[in-house]
T-cell receptor, first 115, second 114 residues
Framework: DVKVTQSSRYLVKRTGEKVFLECVQD?????MFWYRQDPGLGLRLIYF???????EKGDIPEGYSVSREKKERFSLILESASTNQTSMYLC??????????????FGSGTQLSVL | DQQVKQNSPSLSVQEGRISILNCDYT??????FLWYKKYPAEGPTFLIS?????DKNEDGRFTVFLNKSAKHLSLHIVPSQPGDSAVYFC?????????????FGKGTHLIIQP
């Protein structure tokens, strides 16, 4: 079974803090993603990476950055946390390729609260 | 603008009956469609998918139908069970092999009533 592990289930931070969300996958997947989920807005893509040290902006990258130094690990960084970044953050990975390779495997999520 | 639309935020169905969840898309480049199920405080889990070369895919109680001309897909769950109560997300992928992720709808909260 594919396992995508997010380091924290719940996190509480203060406005202005630098926040690191870590994600590790154990299936040698090429692609990794960070989404956020908000009520009524669905899942929105923040950043993604299709290879080590490669990163691409998703639909809502403002206020975030990412790091992929190793294939299995993809980190999301909030440079200066703000209250509008309170959300459920979901990491995902995929094997890549047409069809079933596009299927995303998600971690359990990190519920981040910024006070 | 939303490329994947789920117009029903919630749906209530009696246990044992059929649940039908709908999804519309606008991008004609989408060629692979997926449904995910999500419980509160958990990550989404894959349910079923369909390629654009098919119009139906079945897996146990779950069937997905695709109408390409109408840019519409639907998920049928029959019979509905209490454990099916969750938020269901429709998702779509273009021809890039998935390297740029999936585009999701806003979700439909399915409630199965006893």
């Amino acid at each position: 079974d594919v396992k995508v592990t997010q380091s924290s289930r719940y996190l509480v931070k203060r406005t202005g803090e630098k926040v690191f969300l870590e994600c590790v996958q154990d299936m040698d997947h090429e692609n990794m993603f960070w989404y956020r989920q908000d009520p009524g807005l669905g899942l929105r893509l923040i950043y993604f990476s299709y290879d080590v040290k490669m990163k691409e902006k998703g639909d809502i990258p403002e206020g975030y950055s990412v790091s992929r130094e190793k294939k299995e690990r993809f980190s999301l960084i909030l440079e200066s946390a703000s209250t509008n970044q309170t959300s459920m953050y979901l990491c995902a990975s995929s094997l890549g390729g047409q069809g079933s390779g596009e299927k995303l495997f998600f971690g359990s999520g990190t519920q981040l609260s910024v006070l | 603008d939303q490329q994947v639309k789920q117009n029903s935020p919630s749906l209530s169905v009696q246990e044992g009956r059929i649940s039908i969840l709908n999804c519309d898309y606008t991008n004609s480049m989408f060629d692979y469609f997926l449904w995910y199920k999500k419980y509160p405080a958990e990550g989404p889990t894959f349910l079923i998918s369909i390629s654009s070369i098919k119009d139906k895919n079945e897996d146990g109680r779950f069937t997905v139908f695709l109408n390409k001309s109408a840019k519409h897909l639907s998920l049928h769950i029959v019979p509905s069970q209490p454990g099916d109560s969750a938020v269901y997300f429709c998702a779509a992928s273009g021809s890039g092999g998935g390297a740029d992720g999936l585009t999701f709808g806003k979700g439909t909260h399915l409630i199965i009533q006893p």
